[in-house]
C-alpha cells in the first residue's frame, strides 16, 4: 500500500488509526471507584468533597430545621435528624457517590439561582434527607417517614437516579450549563429507537415492493390508531383489516414479510430527556453521533447499556405544571402585589380541601380525569396525605382497594391490622398497604429485617421468583419469631397479605413529591382562580383544542376570557386586577411579534396607559403596520370606543403623525403646552380625528378575530348558547360530515345569507341560507310546508334549533333540508328529557341535601328531576322526585348544583328524537319530508 500510494502517508496513516478504533472492548459493572462520573471541581476553601459535601449540607439542614448546630443537637428531633444525615452520608461515602451528589445539587442549585421552576422531586431521591438539606429535593423525609433505602440500598448496591422536573420552557438551559461546565465533548443525550410498527411496516414495506402508495395507506388506516397496536391485535380488532389479508394478493405479499420484521428498529431519534455526563471525552468511552434535526451530540447506546459501561445517565424532564405554578405566582404578584412562594403554602388550607372534595379539578395536577374526579368526591380529602394516598392508589391494580380505603376513612368499616405493630406504619392508610416503603417499615418491625433488607423483600414479591419468594418467607418466619415471638403460621399469614399488596405497591417518595405539585395547582386555583386559568391558558397557546377547554372552564368559575387590550394585555394571558376576566395574550395573536409585545407592556407601565391609537403611534416604534393591523383587527384598541374599522382606516393618518410628531421633536420644534408639559411626548392627537367609515359587519369582525386569535373571542352571537348546542343538538357543525343523506338529526346554529324563493307552478314561499356554527356552516333549505310554518324564523343573524334531514345534491355536497326550527333560547325546555344528580355515597349530608333543595327551588320547572346515589361497592339507586321538584333546564341550573355537590355530577338527558313532531308516514311506506 505504500508503495502504491507514496504520496499520502497520512491517508495510511488514517486507515490504521481506524482500524485500532474499530477493535473496541467494553467494560461493564464497573465497581463505584471506576465508574465514569464527572470530575466535581471544589472551590476554595475544601480539601475533600465529603468535607464539602458535609457542609453544604449543614447549612442546610440547619436552615431548613431551624437548628443552631447539627453537630450540637439539643432535643430528640434534632438527635434524628443528626443521626440520619451522617448515616445517609457513610452510606454515599461507601458506596463512592458523593461526587454524584455534588454534581446533582450544582445543576439544581443553578437552576434555583437562575429563577428556572424546579420540582419538588421525583421517584425516590425524596426519601433521602440529605438530597433535602442540598435542595436537591424540597420535601422533609422524616415528616413524610420516606425511606432512605428505597433510593439507595446499602444492602444491595445500585447506581441511585435523581429525575429531576423543570420547567420545560427553561430546561434547555440547565442542559446548557451543563454543557459549558463539564465541557461539550463530555455531554451528551441519549439515542432512541424508532421500531417498524404495523401502521409503518405496510407503507415501508409497500415501498419496497413497488405496491401503489395508495393502496398501501388505504390498508394502513384500516389498523387501529390506538398506542402499541401489533399485526396481532389489529387483526384481532379490524375485520377489515383482516378480510384484506385473507383476500387480497397485495396485503398477503406485505404480510409475508411483515412478520417478521415488526418491533425491529427503523431509525434513530433523541430521548426527550437522558443526558449523559462523563469525567472525559465521550468519544473515549462510547460511540457517538450527531443527531440531525437539532446538530446535538448524541450516545448511540440506548440508556440502559448507557449505564452499564459507567457512564452517568441524567434525566432532565420538563413538567409543564411548573410553569402553569410559577407563572400562576407571577400574575398574582403583577396583579395584587403578593409575593407567593408554592413550596411554602400552608399544607392545611380547609379551602383548597373542599375544591378538592367537590371534584373541581380541571387543570389539578394529576387529577382531572373524570374517575379521578369520582374517586376524590367520596374520599373527600381533608389532609396532604389522603391526597398522596390517592395518587398511590388510583392506577390499575390498586384501585381495587379504593373502595376499601373511603369506608375506612369515613369509619363505615372498621380497620384490621394482621398484628398491632403494625398499625403505625398503616394507620395513614387505613389498615391498606398503598406504599413499597409500608413493605419495608414491616419487615423491619415484625422481622427485624434491616430497611435494606426489606427492600429487597420487597423487590422478591414483585417479581415473584419461586426459590427466591422461598428463602424471603422462611427468613421472614423466623425473624418474626425471634424478634416478636410471633407463631409461625401466624407470620406465615402476615407475609401472604403483605405479598398480595406488594404486586401493587407503589413509592411513596415520589407520590409524596408529585402530591406536592397536585396541592400547588388545587390552592392557587382555589384562591386565585382568575391567575390560575390565565397560566392554565398561557400553556396551551398553540394548542386550540385544550384552549377552548379551559375558556369553558374558566366560564363555569364565572372568568370570561376577554379581547386583547394593549392597556390590560401582556404577552401571554393575564388575569384583569379584580379577577373577573382574562385578557388574551398579546403575543398570542398572528402578526405580533414578541419584541413589539415587551415594547407595549414596558412602555404602558412606565408611563401609564394608552389614551387610543394616535397615543399608541407616537409612544410605540417596535409594532409595525401589519401588527398595528393585527392589534385592531383583534380588538386590542376598542377601549377607546372607536370602532375597528374607523380605526383600521386612520392607521396611516397615526403613524404618519406620530412621525411628524417625532421630526419635530428632532429638529427641536415643540408648542407652549409641550415646555409646560416637560419632556411627555408631543401631542399626536386624538383618535376622535380619524378618518369615519362604515363599521365592519359583526361576521367580518368576528372573521378576523377567528384567524388572528383562533377563538370568537368578543362573543359570537352563538357563544352565548354554548351549553345549549352542547346538551342539545344531536350534531355540531364540526361532525356535520359523518352524516349520510337520509339521515334525520338536529342542531343549532345561526341564520345566514337567506334567500327567499318561490315555486314555479303555484308561487309558493320557500328559502334557501346557510346555517352557521362556532366550528363551521353548511347549506340549508326550507321547503313550503314547513315554510308557511317555520318561515316568521328565517331572518338574518337569527339563532335557532333546526331539525331535518340531510340531502346529497348533484355536486355531491350535502346540505341539509329544515323540517322543524325553533328559538334556540327555547331549546333547553322543548329539548330536554330528565335532568339527573348523582351523589357519591359519601357526599350525602344533611347539609348537603338542604343546599341542594335550595338550589333546585330556585328553579322550578316542568323538567322532572331523578336522583341517583352511587355507593362506594358500585352500585347505584336512583330515585324519581316528586313531580313538585321538577325544574326549569338551564346553564345556571346546573352550576348551581354543581357549587354544592361538586363539577360532573349533573347529567342532562337530551330527548333522542331529532323532531318534535315528525311528518308522518305515507301509507305505502315512503316518508313525507
Request: a negative charge; glycine letters at 8%.
Amino acid at each position: 500500500m505504500a508503495a502504491l500510494f507514496p504520496h499520502h502517508p497520512e491517508a495510511l496513516a488514517n486507515t490504521v488509526e481506524i482500524a485500532h478504533r474499530c477493535n473496541v472492548e467494553f467494560e461493564f459493572d464497573l465497581p463505584a471507584e471506576r465508574l465514569h462520573f464527572p470530575t466535581f471541581d471544589l472551590p476554595e476553601g475544601f480539601s475533600n468533597k465529603k468535607e464539602y459535601l458535609i457542609h453544604l449540607g449543614k447549612v442546610g439542614l440547619e436552615s431548613l430545621y431551624d437548628i443552631d448546630d447539627l453537630d450540637q443537637p439539643k432535643n430528640e428531633h434534632e438527635k434524628t435528624v443528626n443521626q440520619r444525615f451522617y448515616y445517609e452520608v457513610s452510606i454515599i461515602e461507601k458506596t463512592n457517590y458523593i461526587n454524584y451528589f455534588l454534581v446533582v445539587q450544582d445543576f439544581i442549585q443553578y437552576a434555583r439561582n437562575e429563577g428556572i421552576p424546579v420540582g419538588p422531586g421525583r421517584g425516590s431521591g425524596a426519601g433521602s434527607l440529605l438530597s433535602y438539606s442540598l435542595s436537591i429535593t424540597t420535601i422533609d423525609p422524616l415528616a413524610y417517614n420516606l425511606i432512605f433505602e428505597r433510593f439507595l440500598n446499602p444492602d444491595r448496591v445500585s447506581p441511585p437516579d435523581f429525575d429531576s422536573d423543570f420547567c420545560p420552557t427553561r430546561r434547555a438551559d440547565v442542559i446548557k450549563y451543563v454543557r459549558d461546565k463539564y465541557g461539550e465533548d463530555c455531554v451528551a443525550q441519549i439515542v432512541t429507537f424508532g421500531t417498524l410498527g404495523a401502521k409503518t411496516l405496510m407503507r415501508d414495506l409497500g415501498r419496497v415492493l413497488e405496491i401503489p402508495l395508495p393502496y398501501c395507506d388505504r390498508l394502513a388506516k384500516m389498523i387501529p390508531e390506538h398506542p402499541g397496536t401489533t399485526l396481532e391485535t389489529a387483526l384481532a380488532e379490524s375485520p377489515d383489516f383482516k378480510q384484506a389479508t385473507q383476500r387480497e394478493p397485495e396485503a398477503q405479499q406485505i404480510m409475508k414479510y411483515a412478520r417478521i420484521l415488526e418491533g425491529l428498529p427503523r431509525h434513530t431519534g433523541m430521548h426527550a430527556a437522558g443526558v449523559v455526563i462523563g469525567e472525559k471525552p465521550l468519544i473515549e468511552i462510547i460511540p457517538l453521533m450527531r443527531e440531525q434535526k437539532e446538530k446535538l451530540i448524541v450516545v448511540q447506546f440506548e440508556k440502559g447499556s448507557t449505564e452499564d459501561i459507567g457512564l452517568l445517565k441524567m434525566d432532565f424532564l420538563g413538567l409543564k405544571n411548573l410553569t402553569i405554578i410559577y407563572e400562576a405566582c407571577a400574575l398574582i404578584k403583577r396583579n395584587h402585589g403578593i409575593a407567593l412562594d408554592p413550596e411554602k403554602l400552608p399544607l392545611d388550607d380547609a379551602k383548597t380541601f373542599e375544591l378538592l372534595a367537590r371534584g373541581d379539578t380541571v387543570g389539578i395536577f394529576q387529577l382531572e380525569s373524570g374517575g379521578m374526579r369520582d374517586t376524590l368526591r367520596q374520599v373527600a380529602p381533608d389532609c396532604i396525605e389522603d391526597i398522596i394516598a390517592i395518587l398511590a392508589l388510583y392506577r390499575p391494580g390498586p384501585m381495587q382497594f379504593i373502595p376499601t380505603f373511603i369506608k375506612r376513612k369515613h369509619g363505615q368499616e372498621e380497620v384490621v391490622y394482621d398484628h398491632p405493630l403494625l398499625e403505625p406504619i398503616l394507620k395513614e392508610t387505613n389498615g391498606i398497604i398503598v406504599y413499597q416503603e409500608q413493605i419495608q417499615q414491616a419487615a423491619q418491625t415484625l422481622a427485624g429485617f434491616s430497611l435494606g433488607e426489606g427492600d429487597i423483600l420487597r423487590r422478591a414479591m414483585g417479581k415473584k421468583k419461586p426459590e427466591v419468594m422461598a428463602a424471603q418467607r422462611g427468613k421472614f418466619v423466623k425473624g418474626c419469631k425471634d424478634v416478636n415471638n410471633i407463631d409461625a403460621k401466624q407470620a406465615g399469614i402476615i407475609f401472604d397479605n403483605i405479598e398480595k399488596f406488594a404486586e401493587y405497591g407503589f413509592n411513596k417518595s415520589h407520590s409524596t413529591a408529585y402530591g406536592f405539585v397536585t396541592y400547588q395547582t388545587a390552592w392557587l386555583k382555589a384562591h386565585y382562580p382568575a391567575e390560575f386559568m390565565a397560566s392554565l391558558l398561557s400553556g396551551e397557546m398553540g394548542n386550540s383544542d385544550k384552549l377552548t377547554g379551559f375558556i369553558a372552564e374558566a366560564k363555569e368559575v364565572g372568568i370570561e376570557v376577554l379581547p386583547p387590550s394593549v392597556n390590560e394585555s401582556i404577552g401571554r394571558f393575564n388575569a384583569v386586577q379584580d379577577g373577573s376576566g382574562i385578557r388574551f395574550g398579546m403575543a398570542a395573536i398572528k402578526g405580533v411579534g414578541e419584541g413589539g409585545v415587551e415594547e407595549i407592556v414596558k412602555e404602558r407601565d412606565d408611563h401609564g396607559p394608552f389614551a387610543g391609537l394616535m397615543d399608541f403611534c407616537a409612544r410605540i416604534t417596535g409594532v409595525n403596520k401589519k401588527g398595528l393591523e393585527s392589534l385592531i383587527r383583534s380588538g386590542a384598541f376598542d377601549f377607546g370606543g372607536i370602532h375597528r374599522a374607523r380605526l383600521f382606516k386612520g392607521i396611516e393618518t397615526a403613524i404618519g403623525r406620530a412621525a411628524e410628531s417625532l421630526k419635530d421633536k428632532a429638529s427641536g420644534q415643540c408648542s407652549m403646552f409641550d415646555l409646560m408639559e416637560g419632556d411627555t411626548a408631543a401631542d399626536c392627537g386624538s383618535d376622535e380625528e380619524l378618518p369615519d367609515v362604515k363599521p365592519w359587519s359583526e361576521s367580518n369582525m368576528l372573521a378576523a378575530e377567528k384567524e388572528l386569535i383562533g377563538f370568537y373571542i368578543s362573543g359570537h352571537p352563538l357563544a352565548r348558547y354554548e351549553w345549549e348546542l352542547n346538551k342539545f343538538a344531536l350534531k355540531r357543525m364540526k361532525d356535520i360530515h359523518q352524516l349520510v343523506a337520509g339521515e334525520r338529526t338536529r342542531m343549532g346554529g345561526m341564520i345566514v345569507e337567506v334567500r327567499k324563493l318561490f315555486t314555479k307552478k303555484e308561487q309558493k314561499p320557500m328559502a334557501t341560507f346557510r346555517i352557521e356554527g362556532l366550528e363551521g356552516s353548511i347549506s340549508a333549505i326550507i321547503f313550503p310546508g314547513p315554510f308557511e310554518e317555520f318561515g316568521h324564523l328565517i331572518l338574518e343573524d337569527t339563532t335557532v334549533m333546526l331539525g331535518g334531514i340531510m340531502m346529497e345534491e348533484d355536486s355531491g355536497d350535502l346540505k341539509f333540508q329544515i323540517l322543524e326550527i325553533f328559538p334556540l333560547d327555547q331549546a333547553a325546555s322543548l329539548f330536554c328529557d330528565r335532568i339527573g344528580i348523582h351523589l357519591p355515597e359519601m357526599g350525602v349530608s344533611d347539609s348537603v341535601l338542604v343546599n341542594l333543595k335550595a338550589a333546585i327551588t330556585e328553579f322550578q320547572g316542568t323538567t322532572s328531576l331523578n336522583l341517583c346515589i352511587e355507593f362506594v361497592d358500585g352500585p347505584k339507586v336512583f330515585i324519581r322526585s316528586d313531580p313538585s321538584y321538577n325544574v326549569r333546564p338551564c346553564a345556571e341550573l346546573e352550576h348551581r348544583i354543581e357549587q354544592v355537590i361538586g363539577e360532573g355530577l349533573v347529567y342532562i338527558a337530551a330527548k333522542s328524537a331529532p323532531l318534535r313532531n315528525p311528518p308522518k308516514e305515507r301509507k305505502w311506506g315512503k316518508k313525507k319530508f
